[in-house]
């Protein structure tokens, strides 16, 4: 056989032997990741002339949802009926009696027929999710696709749920989100196999939901003038003046409501009290304990304006929430009772009472005694109370239901207390967090949660008794809104992470491996994403830098958190591409430096990221250096790390931190160095309520008796200063920075000083 035809014939067996095998593979693709699946060669193909059945009326409404959602890209008009038996070329929904989990299925795929075998309607349209991640990706397109058959591979899956509470939120009173919009969500929820849809209806920045007896808490409280540009906390902010307004009629939330229940979701409505309910107030500013006029709020954080413990508050209360039970059809209602600022009620005459004729001794005893009351309010109209964690404070309601946000401190509590208990630490379930360090991520609220982060979260403490452990139900994911203004970048701070969290909720545990999600079915999944036209962050394929002192050089590691991906670098500072150098080993940086780096990304076939980080290895690196004022919590070795961190978004990390105190920092180097410039970077207020500091000052010795002053800064702007000046022969060297002590913000009364590094050259 000449050459030229036996490549071709090679190539030509190759691709027919690809994909012959191809559907065979298909198992390490459904997320969340089955208890249990066998596979077999063969496969069952779908078809114009298949046709779908159900056995049982309850059973009758997966299967047309599965008929629909094929229609669109297979163009198949496939029936749907009711049959006794499984016949060749069906996909048969089967209700059993057997003992079946009230959520949990049977999925068998044969060469002539699919059975679909569940003990509710629940259980038989979680299987119909897997049996969709079976199916070629493009199935997830809503247009026609021209392709002669559909292969699903034959397999056998049993599975069931690790938890009966599989949760995720949405803020809408931050930014407001239409009905077509929280109907994909619930799609997205729906897809990911979770049951609860809890809906935050209402904060400071507006109310949502349409009360009939209060009218004006949606054309008064559902509306504000602009909103803060930038993070709520900068230094002098600004606004976008325009206003942001919108709430849901009690038809639009029936309409939404209805959608859920067909997909098995329960929506949970969140009524936030007592604080954040500046809307509530800016409607009814009676209801506060001042009885003075506010607006809803412009910004986002905690605020001081809350409801007042009286009698009045109560009764309005028990309309809206008597309103409110009537609506939804949940078990449950959500009554926050998050970062109460107590001050208000600290300062009136009528709480002062309440605590004497109530012999309550102290602020969280209020809050507790307002929280039993609203308890008592839900409670008698049939349902069961959910709180964030601060209403455990001062004593909680019996049957209340503990939401623990702040960490896993609280739930732990809860747990031991006997309390139902809904984990949501922010550190890792918080989708409002930054993906990644690179400069090409959107703008987030602050701190880190990877998308390993979240897949590696177990929501039951390994401190906990196995009975203990029992009171945790489940877990709740968070999308908070303040910095997510569109649709788009609220589907890219979803995706991929809820699929992380879908398969902590639902897998058995031990079934779970980061390598095989992060290799295998996250990049199936990108392509079953794209063929829904959600924006997906790639954040977990992006580069991380970090270095460390290794002599008087620093040493620089890039890395990602998947393993085996391609990371292109420069050290000049310029943009990284596929001519780039590739990292294969640490690197050992000598003088100052900007890296970046990108990496390539097979999943969606291109460059991302654009990680940088400046390193300086300079003179005073691994010195001995003397703080006047202590930096708080062990901070002060971000002085001498060779990083400055204004190539990042901020964390607190990566600064000293010093509070409503001083700089004043005496570096030794033994003996006497030539010293020519100081380099000192620091948060100008970029983000949050960081001030620069007023002053810098370098000033250096040979005795630490006399001081020469060799350069000042009297006009600080950051996020780096360099002081230069003549070169000087001198053993110490002190660098003072004065703090502005001039606090904005009431919650933060000692300001910090963010130090970041004092390089000296």
């Not at 747990?415 to 360090?437: E, N, T, W």
């Amino acid at each position: 056989m000449p050459q030229r035809y036996f490549a071709i014939y090679l190539q030509s067996s190759l691709l027919s032997l690809l994909l012959l095998i191809t559907p065979y593979f298909a198992f390490a693709q459904i997320t969340p990741k089955p208890t249990s699946s066998h596979y077999n060669q063969g496969s069952f193909s779908l078809a114009y002339d298949t046709e779908i059945h159900y056995n049982h009326n309850e059973a009758k409404a997966v299967a047309q949802q599965f008929a629909d959602f094929l229609r669109p890209p297979t163009g198949y008009q496939l029936p749907v009926t009711q049959a006794n038996n499984t016949v060749k070329n069906s996909v048969f929904f089967k209700l059993v009696e057997r003992p079946i989990s009230a959520e949990g299925y049977q999925l068998i795929v044969e060469k002539e027929f699919i059975e679909v075998k569940a003990s509710t309607a629940q259980g038989l349209f979680w299987a119909m999710q897997s049996l969709r991640q079976l199916l070629p990706e493009a199935i997830e397109s809503r247009m026609p696709i021209n392709r002669q058959s559909w292969l699903i591979p034959q397999v056998k899956i049993n599975d069931e749920p690790r938890f009966s509470y599989r949760g995720m939120h949405l803020d809408v009173s931050r930014h407001f989100f239409d009905v077509a919009f929280i109907k994909r969500y619930i799609d997205w929820l729906a897809m990911h196999k979770f049951n609860v849809f809890q809906w935050h209806l209402t904060d400071d920045q507006g109310w949502r939901i349409a009360i009939d007896a209060y009218p004006k808490l949606t054309t008064i409280g559902g509306t504000r003038p602009h909103t803060v540009v930038g993070h709520t906390y900068d230094y002098k902010p600004l606004f976008d003046n325009q206003p942001v307004s919108g709430f849901y009629t009690k038809a639009q939330i029936t309409e939404v409501l209805e959608y859920a229940k067909t997909r098995h979701i329960e929506v949970i409505p969140e009524i936030d009290i007592p604080g954040h309910s500046t809307a509530i107030l800016a409607a009814y500013p009676e209801l506060s304990c001042h009885q003075q006029a506010v607006s809803v709020q412009e910004k986002f954080g905690i605020f001081e304006d809350v409801l007042c413990p009286r009698e009045d508050v109560f009764e309005f209360l028990a309309v809206i929430y008597q309103e409110v039970a009537e609506l939804f059809p949940s078990q449950y209602i959500h009554i926050g009772g998050d970062e109460v600022i107590k001050k208000q009620w600290l300062a009136s005459a009528e709480v002062k009472k309440l605590m004497q004729q109530h012999n309550l001794t102290t602020p969280e005893q209020v809050q507790s005694y307002f929280i039993k009351r609203v308890a008592k309010i839900v409670q008698a109209l049939d349902k069961k109370v959910i709180g964030w964690d601060e209403i455990l404070e001062g004593g909680v309601a019996d049957d209340a239901l503990i939401m623990s946000w702040r960490g896993t401190e609280g739930g732990i509590q809860a747990a031991k207390m006997g309390h139902q208990v809904i984990m949501s630490p922010y550190q890792y379930i918080y989708f409002d967090a930054y993906q990644s360090r690179n400069l090409d991520e959107p703008k987030a609220i602050h701190g880190l949660t990877g998308l390993q982060d979240v897949y590696q979260y177990d929501p039951q403490p390994n401190d906990l008794s196995a009975e203990q452990q029992a009171y945790i139900i489940g877990a709740q994911g968070a999308l908070w809104t303040e910095y997510i203004k569109t649709p788009r970048h609220a589907e890219y701070m979803l995706f991929p992470r809820l699929s992380a969290l879908a398969e902590t909720l639902w897998s058995n545990k031990d079934n779970k491996s980061w390598s095989d999600y992060s290799q295998n079915r996250l990049p199936a999944l990108f392509k079953r994403y794209q063929q829904m036209h959600i924006n997906t962050a790639s954040s977990a394929y992006k580069p991380a830098i970090s270095s460390t002192v290794i002599g008087n050089n620093l040493q620089a590691e890039i890395s990602t958190e998947i393993a085996g991906i391609r990371i292109y670098y420069t050290l000049d500072g310029t943009e990284p591409t596929l001519s780039s150098m590739i990292y294969k080993e640490p690197l050992v940086i000598t003088k100052e430096t900007q890296l970046r780096a990108k990496s390539y990304a097979d999943a969606i076939g291109q460059l991302v990221g654009d990680a940088r980080l400046t390193l300086n290895p300079h003179l005073a690196l691994t010195k001995k250096i003397t703080l006047s004022n202590t930096a708080a919590d062990d901070s002060a070795a971000k002085l001498q790390d060779g990083q400055f961190a204004y190539d990042q978004f901020y964390s607190s990390d990566d600064y000293a931190i010093f509070y409503d105190t001083d700089l004043e920092a005496t570096i030794d180097f033994v003996e006497p160095t030539l010293v020519t410039q100081v380099k000192l970077g620091y948060n100008s207020g970029r983000h949050r309520q960081l001030h620069p500091p007023v002053k810098i000052q370098v000033m250096g010795s040979n005795d630490q008796q006399s001081w020469q002053n060799l350069a000042e800064d009297n006009n600080p702007q950051g996020p780096l200063s360099t002081l230069v000046f003549d070169g000087v022969k001198l053993r110490y060297l002190k660098v003072i920075a004065i703090n502005s002590k001039q606090s904005d913000d009431p919650q933060i009364p000692k300001l910090p000083l963010y130090i970041d590094e004092i390089a000296v050259n």
